[in-house]
């Protein structure tokens, strides 16, 4: 049984930085490729950032060069380094596994499991 955790939510000032992380269980961590995404108040649900099996990274345009995301195979563990911060970045935040592939790359059709989410407020 797939099981996906999110930590590390929080309120911060603008220009501030949090780390989330998401604990896996359940299933061969790092085979799958995995994604973090966003929720913000009477908006759609958006791609963050995934990490392949091999370690390469991709970022939606709106948080590359703030956010970074990480893995650990030995702990199960997804991470997401987020710095600077703004306003706009309040949502709740949400980890996924990647299960398909029919889809662009941060589509959520794409992915099978999810996480129950963690707040991120920030204020400015």
């Known amino acids: 049984q797939v099981q996906l955790v999110e930590s590390g939510g929080g309120s911060v000032q603008a220009g501030g930085a949090l780390r989330l992380s998401c604990a896996a269980s359940g299933y061969t961590f790092s085979t799958y490729p995995m994604g973090w995404f966003r929720r913000a108040p009477g908006k759609e649900r958006e791609g963050v950032a995934v990490?392949?099996?091999?370690?390469?990274?991709l970022y939606a345009d709106s948080v590359r060069g703030r956010f970074t995301i990480s893995k650990d195979n030995a702990k199960n563990t997804m991470y997401l380094h987020m710095s600077n911060l703004k306003p706009e970045d309040t949502a709740m935040y949400y980890c996924a596994v990647r299960t398909a592939s029919g889809y662009s790359i941060f589509h959520p059709r794409n992915y099978g499991y999810w996480g129950p989410g963690t707040q991120v407020t920030v204020s400015s």
């Open positions: 990490i392949f099996s091999d370690d390469s990274t």
